[in-house]
């Protein structure tokens, strides 16, 4: 090497100079740009989903395009909200809910990063430990996150009333 009269180091500042320098923009990359283009493709995907999730619901349907979940609206209202909700488990085992609503619209709760389908003016029904006796709750607001994978999350804002009637009762009640 020191024939051609150049030392180690003066072939390898080069290389180095070029490692260095390819470090520095990784860490730029690492650091700064990959985390803000991570949270932007977030909330794009959120947004997406909730656009893909308020497409989907036809009126006067059984919609199955929510991950185990029976939902039907009766109508669509011009300012994305919905009317007549009714919302089950596409199986019914026992101890599944059936929600039933005046109204809803779909939104994104973007701290939480979760669709979120905000029902107002509604019932829960719940069948009790004794199968002739079903629950039911009646509910101003109630946040029910739309889990396309299947898993239920049930987030309940404000439960007014609570009670209990027979299967009898309850289909007396709803013939009326």
Known sequence: MRASGKSLWGYAAPFAAFGLMGVAAMSVMT???QPAGNEKFLKFQVEAIRAHAEDSLIPGEL????????????ERLPNREVRGVFLADSRLRPGSPVITAE???ILVDEE?????????????YTEDADPTVV???????????????????VDTIEVE??????VRELLTKIAA
């Open 63 to 74: 919609n199955f395009d929510f991950g185990g979940k029976a939902i039907r609206i009766s």
């Open 135 to 153: 629950n039911v709750a009646d509910f101003a607001t109630l946040n029910y996150v739309l889990r396309l994978t299947g898993r239920r999350d």
């Open 161 to 166: 009333v609570r009670w209990t009637y027979s």
């Open 103 to 105: 109204r809803g619209r």
């Open 31 to 33: 650091l700064w740009v």
């Open 112 to 124: 939480n990063g979760r669709i979120v389908f905000r029902l107002q003016d509604g019932e829960i």
